[in-house]
């Protein structure tokens, strides 16, 4: 059963898009944001369904294809690292192994204080500097330990925020 906070604020953005499933991407990337945990919980799925008439199997359908939506809860920032061949030539599996130590958490993990989430993702088309990842819409290449480092303390301390 969903709390009246899901309830009011997935109702508030069904609404703002006229209860339109032709604006459910849109819809999901609002719910995703308001959230406070980066992702769409099953009741709210479930809300966004029967608010739109369409089963929940599509509105599943969506969050499972698309990258950019998670259906479990994630850190406020997505440190997703790219695993295309380029960046794998170019020894992601060492940046993996820096994020994971300096992180203190594994590949699909999220740290204990909900700030970062680790995971992979296809290529972000920054094959010229890479190894590559990037939070939100700031991409990172060239990445070395002090790279890394310069880069979770900038978002640790508040630095940069995420692009929306």
């Known amino acids: 059963m969903p709390n009246l ?7 508030d953005i069904i609404k703002k898009y ?24 099953e009741e709210c ?16 359908d969506d969050l499972t294809f698309y990258a950019m939506f998670s259906t479990k809860p994630r850190g406020k920032y997505v440190i997703e690292l790219c695993k295309s061949a380029a960046c794998y ?3 992601s599996k060492k940046v993996v192994k820096l ?15 909900g700030l970062f989430t680790l995971q992979y993702t296809e290529c972000i088309g920054a094959c010229k500097v890479s190894p590559a ?3 939100g819409d ?14 979770l303390n900038s978002y640790r301390e508040g630095l940069i925020c995420q692009n929306k």
């Open 133 to 135: 990842m990037k939070i």
């Open 89 to 91: 030539v170019n020894d």
């Open 45 to 60: 799925a479930d809300i966004i369904a029967k608010e739109l008439n369409i089963p929940v199997s599509v509105v599943f």
């Open 18 to 41: 006229n209860q339109s499933p032709k604006e459910l991407i849109a819809i999901l990337l609002e719910v995703q944001e308001a959230s406070g945990k980066n992702y769409v919980s």
């Open 99 to 113: 994020f994971e130590e300096a992180l203190g958490i594994k590949m699909g993990q999220t740290t204990e204080d």
């Open 138 to 151: 700031r991409v990172y290449g060239n990445l070395d330990k002090q790279k890394i480092d310069d880069i």
């Open 5 to 11: 906070h899901e309830l009011e604020y997935v109702n």
